[in-house]
T-cell receptor, first 112, second 114 residues
């Protein structure tokens, strides 16, 4: 079964809107959760989250983790057309060393 | 500086034909190496990873195999391709001892099996 579920699958917004992307997971021994931005080809690392309730922020992007409820959100404020991409969430399972699981991604399209 | 190369960039192969995708890393020693596949509409899937020459761990049972004949060379192979092997294949490396947060991806190979 899917260990990492992202929602929504796709999203279209206008420039300036704020979006919230969701990632819920289920692994036996959580180690970390990572967010990537994928444009055209190779993913670009955004954030790594290991502790609940601590917000990571980079410019207009921010992310937070809830280890009790097993989910993370990625917020993008004042969206720009350059934010259009697929956003991937990945969860690392401590039990299996390098084993990690990716969600299917959320496709975000920002229109002018 | 470190760079990672993959080739070819795009490949169209008939069903049943063999496959060989190559990935090389420059500017570092003893990297961890990874092969991923991203199929249409699905997330990235880790296929193989390697922590050293000749050391390959397979994450998903399938008709693909990987080899690491040299420290900075990682090869993905198949003896007979299936239609379901179509997808985007990414090679990645990370420094020895570090994890996902420092993973660097190659440009990828788009494979279409017809």
């Amino acid at each position: 079964e899917d260990k990492v579920v992202q929602s929504p699958l796709s999203l279209v917004v206008h420039e300036g809107d704020t979006v919230t992307l969701n990632c819920s997971y289920e692994v036996t021994n959580f180690r970390s959760l990572l967010w990537y931005k994928q444009e055209k080809k190779a993913p670009t690392f955004l954030f790594m989250l290991t502790s609940s309730g601590i917000e990571k922020k980079s410019g207009r992007l921010s992310s937070i983790l809830d280890k009790k409820e097993l989910f993370s959100i990625l917020n993008i404020t004042a969206t720009q057309t350059g934010d259009s991409a697929v956003y991937l969430c990945a969860v690392e399972d401590r039990n299996t060393g390098n084993q990690f699981y990716f969600g299917t991604g959320t496709s975000l399209t920002v229109i002018p | 500086s470190q760079t990672i190369h993959q080739w070819p960039a795009t490949l169209v192969q008939p069903v049943g034909s063999p496959l060989s995708l190559e990935c090389t890393v420059e500017g570092t020693s003893n990297p961890n190496l990874y092969w991923y596949r991203q199929a249409a509409g699905r997330g990235l899937q880790l296929l193989f990873y390697s922590v050293g020459i000749g050391q390959i761990s397979s994450e998903v049972p399938q008709n693909l195999s990987a080899s690491r004949p040299q420290d900075r060379q990682f090869i993905l192979s198949s003896k007979k391709l299936l239609l379901s092997d179509s997808g985007f294949y990414l090679c990645a490396w990370s420094p020895l001892g570090l994890g996902l947060e420092t993973q660097y991806f190659g440009p990828g190979t788009r494979l279409l099996v017809l």
